[in-house]
């Protein structure tokens, strides 16, 4: 814990960060890496390296469609016919003494068919979605702790290590206990892998670079649920589609080999371990094409900086007393998680296609198509508009696609609700993936593997809207419709609190963030001579969608 002053605080929790003098520290990360590596070969390496284990994210995450998914059915009966379920109530049907599936998608068997997960037993499919799905909250919680403890890449490692054999637990599952539970687990590890890579790969970037890297990585997961299909076809048994992605996790332990994936060195000098910090800059610096002198003043002041003490565990009377940070906080989590919670709503507003199989794939194939595209789109848009004004439109397109439809869907025809269903998919999508990259770039480094962690507990939450909504057998859908657009407009009011984050570099301490908002919306500060040239440069004192590139 940290050692209290000996000094009384005369602020308590309410500590005014802007009036405290900068403690003394290592230099900014940004201006090592520019000096040192930035858009060497081994940076771009260790980016690349940092990306690739999203496909197998992708695959994780996507395969909860497949082995939850109910094949049509029809009851068999003692004189040798089969009666459609959709027909009658054959679940009450006394002379129904088996069931025939008709095929599924990708796969020749799920665990449905397997054990007959339907009728009575049925509400274990939304069970094993609801284990699965708090699973990733627990992950995501519990190693985003562990990440700013330990590390990013020893999270990432354990997570790994233990990822492979929760996955082969689930694979080789002999009952529906056993496989929820294997399940489970493969979630929370699932959790704990995908904070990590984000970590890691943001904090390895110069602030032109972080935009592209954390969106290349979303494609990457993007690409890893329509490689899914195929792998699913080629596999055959879910058996051994999750024998393979399990098998891919334990191949990623290549990355804890000496050399190989080095810790963030952002995190190690926010923790101020210069030593190790300088021994990875070192080695980026080899293969970059920075002068020599400049390397050299870089190393000198990392030198100077070896003396300082490390950083003491931050207390909680600390934390509790970052109200900026937590405002940021609520505020991007509250975003994640109706973004994440509105996407089934739109996905039900389609109706039924031309067979089960049919409705499958479309609604597999346009929710993943529309999260690609969202990607793209904000690649285009948000280093030119600025992540607030970005996230303000695609929250608006949001709203407007969901008041549209909760209006006048009866009055619309088939095309047009699948248009603004694909629209509220796309802008939510959108949303959703900003609002973790915003968060990432306005918690401090000191806090962010427990910040993000947050973030994706959030979205992950926000996912449990349609479990929940199938335990319910789908009453209340519009209700539930109703209920989250009217917290989308909330959380875009409250948008206009959160400050521009676009190329600024990345917040290090609890003092950064703190500083790292924008001015009171009804009044403008006076002077200014009480405040520190630091927190000038920290404020947002723009407008509210103008983002003028800063001066290089």
């Given at each position: 814990m940290e050692t209290s002053p000996s000094t009384p605080d005369p602020g308590g929790l309410r500590r005014d960060f802007s009036a405290l003098a900068p403690e003394p520290g290592p230099p900014s990360f940004e201006w090592l890496l520019g000096r040192l590596g930035a858009g060497g070969r081994r940076q771009r390496l260790l980016l690349a390296l940092s990306c690739l284990p999203c496909l197998l994210l992708g695959l994780g995450l996507g395969s909860e469609a497949l082995f939850t998914l109910t094949p049509p059915l029809c009851c068999r009966q003692p004189n040798g016919t089969r009666l459609p379920m959709n027909d009658t109530d054959v679940c009450r049907d006394p002379r129904c003494q088996g069931w025939d599936y008709g095929g599924l998608p990708a796969l020749t068997s799920n665990p449905v068919t397997e054990w007959s997960l339907v009728c009575s037993r049925g509400w274990a499919v939304p069970l094993e979605q609801l284990c699965f799905l708090l699973g990733f909250v627990a992950g995501a919680l519990v190693l985003g702790h562990l990440a700013d403890s330990v590390g990013r890449r020893g999270t990432l490692l354990l997570?790994?290590?233990?990822?492979?054999?929760?996955?082969?637990?689930?694979?080789?599952?002999?009952?529906?206990?056993?496989?929820?539970?294997?399940?489970?687990?493969?979630?929370?590890?699932?959790?704990?892998?995908?904070?990590?890579?984000?970590?890691?790969?943001?904090?390895?970037?110069?602030?032109?670079?972080?935009?592209?890297?954390?969106?290349?990585?979303?494609?990457?997961?993007?690409?890893?649920?329509?490689?899914?299909?195929?792998?699913?076809?080629?596999?055959?048994?879910?058996?051994?589609?999750?024998?393979?992605?399990?098998?891919?996790?334990?191949?990623c332990l290549l990355y804890g080999c000496p050399g190989v994936f080095p810790e963030s060195p952002r995190w190690l000098l926010a923790t101020r371990r210069t030593t190790q910090a300088r021994e990875i800059?070192?080695?980026?610096?080899?293969?970059?094409?920075?002068?020599?002198?400049?390397?050299?003043?870089?190393?000198?002041?990392?030198?100077?900086?070896?003396?300082?003490?490390?950083?003491?565990?931050?207390?909680?009377?600390?934390?509790?007393g970052c109200r900026n940070i937590w405002k940021n906080i609520l505020i991007l989590g509250f975003t994640t998680f109706i973004a994440h919670a509105i996407r089934h709503c739109y996905q039900m507003a389609w109706g039924p296609s031309q067979g089960p199989r049919a409705e499958f794939y479309l609604s597999y194939l346009l929710s993943t198509g529309s999260a690609g595209l969202a990607c793209l789109f904000l690649c285009l848009s948000v280093d030119r508009y600025g992540r607030r004004g970005i996230l303000l439109l695609t929250t608006t397109l949001t709203g407007i696609a969901s008041l549209i439809l909760l209006g006048l869907e009866e009055y619309l025809n088939h095309a047009a609700v699948v248009t603004f269903s694909i629209l509220g998919l796309f802008s939510s999508h959108a949303a959703g993936s900003l609002s973790i990259f915003f968060a990432s770039e306005v918690i401090p480094t000191i806090i962010r593997g427990k910040g993000l962690g947050v973030i994706l507990s959030l979205a992950s939450l926000g996912g449990l809207s349609a479990p929940l909504l199938w335990l319910r057998e789908q009453h209340g859908s519009f209700l539930q419709h109703i209920v989250l657009a009217s917290l989308n407009i909330l959380a875009l009011l409250c948008l206009m609190l959160l400050p521009e984050s676009k190329r600024k570099a990345l917040p290090e301490s609890l003092r950064d963030g703190e500083l790292y908002r924008r001015p009171s919306l009804l009044r403008r500060s006076g002077g200014g001579e009480s405040r520190g040239a630091e927190e000038a440069t920290r404020r947002d004192d723009v407008p509210l969608l103008s983002t003028p590139n800063p001066a290089s």
């Open positions: 997570a790994l290590a233990l990822g492979c054999p929760a996955g082969i637990l689930a694979a080789f599952a002999a009952s529906p206990s056993v496989f929820m539970l294997g399940r489970c687990l493969w979630g929370a590890l699932l959790g704990g892998m995908q904070l990590a890579l984000y970590l890691i790969r943001l904090e390895l970037c110069c602030p032109p670079q972080r935009l592209p890297v954390a969106m290349a990585g979303d494609l990457l997961m993007v690409g890893g649920h329509f490689l899914l299909l195929g792998l699913a076809l080629a596999c055959g048994s879910w058996r051994v589609l999750q024998g393979v992605m399990s098998a891919g996790l334990g191949l800059l070192v080695t980026l610096a080899q293969d970059s094409s920075t002068q020599e002198s400049e390397t050299q003043e870089a190393l000198d002041e990392l030198d100077n900086a070896c003396h300082l003490p490390a950083v003491a565990q931050i207390s909680l009377r600390a934390l509790l």
